[in-house]
Structure formats: structure tokens, C-alpha cells
């Protein structure tokens, strides 16, 4: 999501990505839609009132640990979406949030493939 020329980026807290700044978002509860799902995972982590519209990009996250056995595989679907409102309040599984220029891209922690999407889709 982008506002006034920023796209909104979260601190992961936890791993996978710990430490990582990334695309706001969770597990999809079972029922949910994959917007429903988005739209809660965002006022969980940051706090603002979204609506979530089709996704624009799909990837696997796998981490192994040293001895080569997965810890986690994540299939991650990034979705379009349009803020409605509130203020950020970085909380959940975000240790902080923020409103992210494009040229912070270049010395924020934030994985290749996160950094490649934002730069093609969004800035």
C-alpha cells in the first residue's frame, strides 16, 4: 500500500524475517478471504483501517536451518490496497511501522525479493 509517495513497511519481530522490514501481513484464518485476511493482519500490526483489493504478486519463503531442513515455508500473495484510516501503532508481530520513501529502500534491511516487488509495483 502507498500513500503520498511512501509505501507502508513493517519491523518483523519474529521469524521468519525478524529484524526484516516487509509488506504488512499474516496467516489467513480458516474462512477468511485472502482480503479479509490482509485487512486484519494490517490493524493488527500497524493499527490502520484498510481495504484490501486483488493480489499483484506471489512467492515461497523457505528457510532452512544449518543442517539443511526447513524451518519454515511461507507461500506469500501481496495484495493491493487502499488506506482508509488511522494513525500507525506498530504492534503484533511488528516491532515497528513506518511510511517508507523509495530511496530509504536502499539502506533499510529488507530482503531482495520485498525490495525488487516494491520497486517494480509500488514506487
Not at 519474529?14 to 501481513?25: D, L, R, S, T
Request: charged residues 30%; hydrophobic residues 40%; proline residues 5%.
Amino acid at each position: 500500500m502507498t500513500r503520498n509517495g511512501r509505501v507502508l513497511l513493517v519491523k518483523r519481530k519474529h521469524a521468519p524475517g525478524e529484524g526484516f522490514w516487509a509488506i504488512p501481513g499474516g496467516s489467513v484464518e480458516l474462512g477468511e478471504t485472502l482480503q479479509e485476511a490482509a485487512e486484519r493482519e494490517i490493524k493488527e500490526e500497524t493499527g490502520l483501517t484498510i481495504r484490501a483489493r486483488s493480489p499483484v504478486h506471489t512467492f515461497d519463503v523457505i528457510e532452512r536451518d544449518a543442517a539443511g531442513r526447513i524451518q519454515f515455508h511461507y507461500v506469500i500473495v501481496d495484495l493491493m490496497a487502499d488506506y482508509e484510516r488511522g494513525e500507525l501503532n506498530p504492534d503484533d508481530d511488528a516491532c515497528d511501522a513506518r511510511w517508507v520513501l523509495p530511496e530509504e529502500l536502499e539502506v533499510l534491511p529488507v530482503s531482495q525479493s520485498t525490495r525488487d516487488l516494491l520497486k517494480t509495483l509500488f514506487l
